[in-house]
């Protein structure tokens, strides 16, 4: 296979990890040259999906989060997965401002801002049996490269 | 989390990075803050700051309920290009407003 490359990231889902998964994610995604933005866009995207795992997926009891990237050509792709209580009802759950845990202070956009900060997002989710969502972002989109002109 | 008081109105200086893991601390201190001192404004100051995820939205969202009460209001300060993105994304900016830093002085 040419131009892929792919990685593969398991931890605990504990709420200082988040940090370290958003970053390590970036770092992978470095090698296709992104902007600050489009690394910023990542990251979001990543610590949504992480916080969503931690909080609702598992509720705050440890357990194995997984982060698959690969790339390919110029696109990036995530995949967030964990093997929590799942998501009932996927819809509603993505409707900006809904959220399950007011009490938490949730604000229920973070299925808009990975909407948002992505191209394109899929969330396959069966209650009791986890949740994984997959996201994918090109990189470099409507920028072109250029060369400076040879002496 | 560092923060300033001055009369009725609580500062809170948010860290580099605001994500769920810092935002449950700072929902902590500044609810025991803005009962114990009587707040009325906060203003959240965004200078360190250069990531941000829906759980600080989530931040603001909360400290506008607890002072919109008593008549109080929330603003933004020092935000840069992105955090100015995200807040205006999240819809917050409609309860919560955006300090333009001059730089004239």
């Given at each position: 296979m040419k131009n892929t490359n792919e990685m593969e990231l398991v931890f605990d889902s504990r709420s200082c990890n988040e940090g370290f998964a958003r970053v390590t994610v970036a770092a992978f995604m470095t090698q296709l040259n992104p902007t600050l933005e489009e690394v910023s866009d990542v990251k979001t995207a990543v610590s949504e999906a992480v916080t969503n795992a931690i909080i609702h997926g598992y509720e705050n009891e440890v357990h194995k989060i997984r982060i698959t990237c690969a790339i390919e050509q110029k696109t990036l792709r995530i995949e967030v997965e964990d093997n929590g209580k799942g998501i009932e009802n996927i819809k509603r759950a993505m409707e900006?401002?809904?959220?399950?845990?007011?009490?938490?202070?949730?604000?229920?956009?973070?299925?808009?801002?990975?909407?948002?900060?992505?191209?394109?997002?899929?969330?396959?989710?069966?209650?009791?049996?986890?949740?994984?969502?997959?996201?994918?972002?090109?990189?470099?989109?409507?920028?072109?490269?250029?060369?400076t002109q040879s002496l | 989390m560092n923060y300033q008081i001055q009369e009725n109105c609580l500062t809170i200086y948010l860290p580099r990075e605001l994500d769920h893991?810092?935002?449950?601390?700072?929902?902590?201190?500044?609810?025991?803050?803005?009962e114990r001192n009587h707040i009325k404004h906060v203003i959240f100051d965004f200078k360190e700051t250069n990531f941000m995820d829906s759980s600080g939205i989530g931040v603001i969202m909360g400290r506008y309920k607890q002072v919109s009460l008593l008549g109080g209001e929330v603003w933004a300060s020092h935000t840069n290009e992105r955090?100015?993105?995200?807040?205006?994304?999240?819809?917050?900016?409609?309860?919560?407003?955006?300090?333009?830093?001059?730089?004239?002085?």
């Open positions: 900006p401002l809904f959220t399950t845990k007011p009490e938490l202070e949730r604000s229920g956009m973070g299925f808009a801002f990975m909407e948002a900060f992505m191209d394109k997002i899929e969330v396959v989710s069966e209650p009791d049996k986890g949740t994984k969502v997959l996201m994918e972002k090109t990189i470099g989109k409507g920028r072109e490269t250029w060369s | 893991h810092n935002a449950e601390e700072i929902r902590k201190l500044s609810d025991q803050l803005i955090m100015r993105k995200i807040l205006l994304m999240s819809g917050v900016t409609k309860i919560m407003q955006i300090y333009e830093e001059e730089k004239c002085v």
